[in-house]
């Protein structure tokens, strides 16, 4: 089919919110300001192929399609690369990791165990609604944002956090009473947990405040979406944010390389970094919160410098697959969240983000039964790849193919237990069951061949990005840069309907 041309711009796309109020719950709500206004963006051209711009389909308050605002969307991403395009859209699902062991996330795991809430509590804080800086939501964003500084000593860093358990900081300043006490309440039932693991040496250096929180609401729910609830409702946020595993155990993942090596954990495949070893303390006891407490060989706080994350040394082969492990090492299939499932069968797109291919997106799509969601659901119009404007270590010298046939190698194998005797036929689906578009930007480091992408069944989409990085900066996909992409894509799906 040949391309279709146009020579039209796309009018500015605005997010809209319809209010602020709580999900499922009105005691939580707080009188903020809607200060979002529409602003208008350089053209965006769409290539190959250009769609026309369908104006009746838009909203005439507020110029958004109608389409965009009606349906609703999958993001699979990690919390650093999906961050800046998360408001895309004003009707999103995102689907995240629980597999990060960077940050004051590693040093949580050490003591506590539990899922990683790292990139949850970076999804969740990013989403939070714009609000003046006097109001009690910005002065509650700015604590559950606050990290303790990397270099603080450890009688800083303890200092510190002793004035805001206690109440006594001046980051509680502007934040209405049982607001406060309800955050702090938690804050208090993390020390409370970390006293009685004292023998394990906590530091908290570099610490996340709202990593604190979230994972002691989630220790005292037993219960990550109960955690994530909590968190949305005091942030008076729409987010809809799901894990993709739902357990109160840590979950580790691994990669195997094409020469037979495996590396196991998100840092050492994506960013290995210096660490240091914990104190070795022989002291097993039964601590139910953490699956891990008495092993001698975790590491304390990772320090992930994200400046030093393009230089790095490379693997000694390419990756060939990810998993699941236990803490022996022993590959397992944990299923899926339930709700991420269903959400592959009643939304309109799924888009992968932008970031880190084997330790953000992946990690979502290798688990039993994501395939076939994907594949044969009927409401899915459009499977977005958003393709990363240079690569990183994890996809030294990938090409645009290399990226989907990656994700379709992933997908296509069989994650569970192989069963004794015949009958064991698995379904291989084509790529164009997991990816029907791909999106690159104009001047990103990434070898794009249109003319193999289009053979796998991929329609390719190339966009200009809005601000022309300078001679050493490559493009990066913003969020206004993605709505019109997928405004593009879904324009051209219903003009092929009509």
């Not at 109960?226 to 894990?243: G, H, K």
């Not at 339930?338 to 959400?343: E, V």
Request: proline share 7%; glycine share 6%; hydrophobic share 35%.
């Amino acid at each position: 089919m040949d391309p279709i041309t146009n020579s039209n711009s796309f009018s500015t796309l605005g997010v809209h919110l319809d209010g602020v109020d709580s999900p499922g719950s009105s005691v939580f709500d707080l009188p903020i300001q809607n200060t979002i206004s529409a602003r208008s963006n350089p053209r965006l051209e769409i290539r190959p192929p250009a769609i026309d711009t369908l104006t009746e389909l838009r909203d005439p308050t507020t110029h958004e399609p109608k389409f965009l605002r009606s349906n609703s969307f999958v993001l699979v991403s990690g919390g650093t690369g999906g961050n800046a395009i998360c408001t895309a859209s004003p009707n999103a699902c995102y689907v995240l990791p629980v597999s990060d062991d960077g940050g004051s996330s590693s040093e949580i795991i050490r003591v506590l165990g539990g899922p990683s809430v790292g990139d949850i509590r970076s999804r969740l804080v990013r989403l939070i609604p714009p609000a003046p800086p006097s109001s009690p939501l910005n002065a509650i964003r700015t604590l559950l944002a606050y990290r303790l500084p990397h270099h603080y000593s450890e009688r800083q860093a303890r200092e510190e956090w002793r004035d805001i358990v206690e109440g006594r900081s001046a980051l509680w300043n502007g934040i209405p009473t049982d607001r406060k006490e309800t955050i702090r309440g938690f804050l208090v039932y993390f020390e409370s947990e970390l006293l009685k693991r004292a023998h394990k040496n906590f530091t908290f250096v570099n610490g996340s405040i709202g990593n604190y929180f979230i994972a002691a609401a989630q220790g005292f729910f037993r219960s990550l979406p109960s955690a994530i609830f909590l968190f949305s409702s005091i942030t008076n946020s729409q987010a809809n944010i799901l894990p993709v595993i739902v357990t109160n155990h840590t979950v580790t993942i691994a990669a195997e390389l094409e020469d037979g090596q495996r590396i196991v954990g998100q840092c050492d495949i994506s960013h290995p970094v210096a660490i240091t070893q914990a104190p070795i303390i022989n002291v097993v006891d039964s601590d139910e919160w953490s699956p891990l407490d008495g092993l001698e060989s975790q590491t304390r706080n990772v320090l992930f410098q994200a400046e030093g994350k393009d230089d790095y040394e490379p693997l000694s082969s390419p990756i060939s697959r990810l998993l699941y492990i236990n803490a022996y090492g022993i590959e397992i299939h944990p299923s899926p969240n339930p709700d991420y499932l269903s959400s592959l069968r009643t939304n309109s797109a799924l888009v992968y983000s932008c970031g880190s291919l084997w330790t953000s997106i992946m990690p979502c799509l290798a688990l039993q039964g994501v395939a076939r969601a994907i594949a044969s659901s009927d409401t899915l119009r459009a499977k977005i790849l958003l393709l990363n404007s240079e690569n990183d270590r994890e996809t030294a010298g990938y090409s645009a193919v290399d990226y989907i046939q990656s994700i379709a190698r992933t997908l296509n194998t069989q994650y569970q237990h192989q069963p004794y005797g015949l009958g064991n036929a698995q379904t291989m689906y084509p790529i164009s069951a997991f990816v029907t578009d791909l999106v690159y930007l104009k001047g990103g480091a990434v070898n794009v061949n249109v003319d193999q992408i289009t053979a796998l069944g991929v329609r390719c989409t190339e966009v200009v990005p809005e601000e022309e990085g300078g001679s050493n900066q490559l493009p990066r996909f913003s969020a206004s840069t993605v709505r019109r992409a997928i405004n593009a894509i879904l324009t051209r799906d219903l003009s092929f309907r009509f």
